[in-house]
């Protein structure tokens, strides 16, 4: 059994409806504020708590360069995120995310590292899809 596989699955399962209890009350600037706030605090606590296997000297201009935009694109995401699941019924909302994203990824990974589909991979994403359009409808 692979843990953190599994960790990060139930994390991603579980915490847009956390998420959605947090700031069921609040602007979404509020919202925002608190989750990422909270968030900062976990960050510097384990940061911390890890500060014996920090090796600064490894980090190049390249590194930050990707560091600044992935940031900017998890502000991003995060921020819409916060908005959509306020207003929209969480269990239809991530099924569409985390199947266009899944898409979305394998369409990148050809682009990028023009790794090639498998028949399986193909029929997976089309039956994803088609789950997608009978949501939807």
């Known amino acids: 059994m692979n843990v953190p596989i599994i960790v990060v699955f139930l994390s991603y399962s579980i915490n847009p409806f956390v998420r959605k209890f947090a700031i069921i009350n609040m602007n979404s600037c509020t919202g925002y504020a608190l989750l990422q706030g909270t968030t900062l605090v976990g960050n510097i606590v384990y940061l911390y708590l890890q500060k ?9 201009l390249h590194n930050i360069q990707y560091s600044i935009l992935s940031s900017a694109l998890t502000i991003l995401s995060s921020y819409q995120m916060n908005t959509l699941i306020k207003t929209c019924s969480v269990a ?4 569409k ?11 990148v990974d050809y682009i ?8 399986r991979e193909l029929f997976g994403i089309f039956l994803m899809l088609s789950g997608i359009m009978v949501i939807v409808r």
């Open 52 to 60: 014996d296997n920090l090796q600064i000297k490894d980090i190049t």
């Open 97 to 107: 995310v985390q199947v266009l994203t899944i898409v979305s990824t394998y369409t």
């Open 92 to 95: 239809n909302l991530t099924t």
């Open 112 to 119: 990028i590292n023009h790794n090639t589909l498998t028949m």
